[in-house]
């Protein structure tokens, strides 16, 4: 093999390695209560069964609500990284079924207006998930606060959850409409998904989604696609109660098995990700763009 040869084989690895990069996709909602962070982790559940390897970015800062579900409490969370220069693989907790997440903690005040050089931190340190998961959630804070606003327009892969009551329906539209507004959003760039949570039937989730589509291709530059139902069932609330997730104590159950199907879906599906968003690192750097 000539030297010229040698090196095109190393480019061409390269190239492999950069393509391979971890699949980042941010769970949202328009309001709060609708189970954002239950579809979170029992997706991640359903994708480690699947043999991924997954970590969940806790991005509702301050509430907790991944390590109350999990029932694990952190050491160390998402400001320690930046503010107290701990390593990633510190600030890393693992929880059931080898799921490991990120906790934002209330400490993550400080991070408001991060500098520069603890922006480059972060993105440096997340950047070394890219070698720990195959997947990375996630889990947005709810509503249309600019903070949730910044995560959603750098993900390239988007799930909203909404359930049947009003409220929420209104919500959803009020979160992408925020969206489609952003100076940043580009339709292009992004998959944005439904899911439809707390239904009695399949027709009610797909009557659920048609009525939010409607509006939204109607009035908004926005492309939403359907997952499928998460179904009422009372093993979710139980599995809540336990703080574990309904798709490792209840596995049998309705939700679970939906979970498991949605989970499917999104791996068979995939996504065709612009080279700018894909993996974490990418995906950080738009997040905080403007302080680099």
Known sequence: MDQAENLRNIIKKQNQKDLSNARVIAVTSGKGGVGKSSVSINLAVQFTQMGKKVIILDADFGLANIEVMFGVIPKYNLSDLMVSGREISEIITEGPEGIKFISGGSGIAKLVNPDKEQVKRLVN??????????????????????????????????????????????????????????????????????????????????????????????????????????????????????????????????????????????????????????????YLKSVFAKNL
């Open 125 to 282: 340190k997340m950047s070394e998930l890219e070698n720990m998961a195959d997947v990375i959630i996630i889990d947005t804070g709810a509503g249309i606060s600019s903070t949730v606003m910044e995560f959603l327009v750098a993900s390239p892969e988007t799930i909203i959850v909404t359930t049947p009551e009003p409220t929420s329906i209104t919500d959803s539209y009020a979160l992408l409409k925020a969206l489609s507004m952003n100076d940043n959003f580009r339709r292009e760039d992004v998959s944005i998904k439904m899911i439809a949570n707390r239904v009695s039937t399949e027709s009610e989730g797909r009557n659920l989604y048609e009525k939010l589509n409607m509006v939204v291709s109607k009035f908004l530059d926005i492309d939403m696609t359907y997952l499928g139902i998460i179904p009422m069932d009372n093993n979710i609330v139980k599995a809540v109660m336990k703080q574990k997730p309904v798709s490792i104590i209840y596995p049998a159950s309705a939700s679970s098995k939906h979970f498991e199907e949605i989970a499917e879906k999104i791996m068979n599906e995939g996504t065709d990700i612009p080279p700018q968003k894909r993996g974490i690192r990418g």
